[in-house]
């Protein structure tokens, strides 16, 4: 059972060289969805993120991030506005610590189509770092049919165990917001939705001698809204996420059930917003996804759980991954002058 299992872990490990990380809060690691979101929603957000996957199999996958992305001040009866931003991630997979690091910067420039609704465009730009550690691993070439012996050769030739590479992307995001007609309406509307590709110029990242295995792009398209229920306190968010690298694809659709806890005093400010959500999520082909999250005032707090359903069910008992973010957002989003135009 334990050479099975350092088996499916190799697999995965493996498979992991060609494609990207990924958090199953989407939505909350944006620019690493699409660099347009950049400034697309509000006008300031700071985001940190932590995934921990695979714990009960082996060494786990750990993956820890976070961005920032404002608007630059907008020009008085202008057309748009520019944004940027930044982001930064560390990745660690499996038994061969395989770390990869990013940081990219986002510039965006958002057209306004009415006082609802933008359409935005950006370019990603930045650094990556790879690196292996070949003697942490344990490879086919070393699996003598009862186990594993270290002493053997790898039967992999590897060129570097570390190396460097400029990456390339680019998006585009339409969002519109309506905003509530009158105070405790909760009859607001949001949607964004957005086209990306990454590594568009297709990095080497192979660690072998002659190897040809350069970065596939990653094309990334989504869709997430927040619908009002009107009178009430609750609010329904879905979204569907697509991500297709190679040969790899993606799906995880789903929705939050947003309740509106403490609402905050509009004139004195001294009682603060408070709402929870609970959301349901399926990743197509892998993993039922538990989400809760807690807003109070311009911060946020969530936590994400992956029930494994896949091939790898056996090793890992139907444990996948734990995952958290905290957020803070400017303007505060319960207020209804948060508008799309900055005023």
């Known amino acids: 059972m334990k050479a099975i299992t350092s088996m499916l872990l190799i697999a995965a490990t493996l498979m992991s060289w060609g494609q990207d990380i990924h958090f199953s809060q989407m939505r909350f690691s944006p620019l690493n969805l699409n660099p347009a979101l950049a400034g697309a929603e509000q006008n300031l957000q700071a985001v940190i993120n932590y995934r921990n996957q695979w714990n009960s199999v082996a060494f786990p996958f750990q993956t820890i991030g976070g961005s920032v992305d404002w608007r ?7 057309n748009g506005f520019l944004a940027g931003g930044v982001n930064v991630f560390n990745d660690q997979a499996g038994d061969v ?3 990869t690091t990013n940081v990219n910067l986002s510039l965006a420039y958002h057209l306004f189509i ?3 609704s933008t359409i935005g465009m950006a370019i990603q730009g930045g650094f990556g770092q790879r690196g292996i550690d070949p003697a942490a691993g344990l490879w086919e070439s070393q699996y003598i049919g009862t186990g594993f012996n270290a002493g053997l050769s790898t039967g992999e030739s590897f060129a570097t165990s570390n190396f460097t590479h400029f990456d390339a992307g680019a998006g585009i995001v339409y969002h519109y917001k309506k905003n509530e007609k009158y105070m405790r309406g909760n009859d607001q509307f ?5 086209l990306a590709a ?4 297709r990095p080497s990242s192979s ?7 350069d970065l596939a792009v990653r094309f990334s398209a989504f869709v997430n809204a927040d619908y009002g229920i009107r009178n009430s306190n609750f609010s329904l968010v879905p979204a569907i996420y697509y991500n297709r690298q190679g040969p790899h694809q993606e799906i995880l659709g789903g929705t939050y059930v947003r309740v509106i806890v403490t609402e905050g005093s509009k004139v004195t400010g001294f009682i ?10 399926y990743r197509v082909g892998d993993a039922f996804v538990a989400k809760f999250m807690m807003e109070y005032s311009s911060y946020s707090l969530g936590v994400a759980y992956d029930f494994n359903v896949s091939s790898l069910t056996e090793a890992s008992r139907g444990r996948g991954g734990i995952e958290f973010f905290l957020r803070f957002v400017l303007p505060n989003p319960f207020g209804a002058a948060s508008r799309t135009r900055i005023n």
């Open 97 to 99: 610590r395989m770390t």
């Open 72 to 78: 630059f001040k907008e020009k008085q009866g202008g």
């Open 190 to 194: 949001k949607l964004t939705a957005g």
């Open 114 to 116: 009415d006082r609802n």
């Open 207 to 213: 660690f072998l001698a002659g190897g040809e295995d």
């Open 272 to 281: 603060q917003e408070l709402a929870t959500s609970l959301g349901a999520f």
């Open 198 to 201: 990454f590594h568009v110029n």
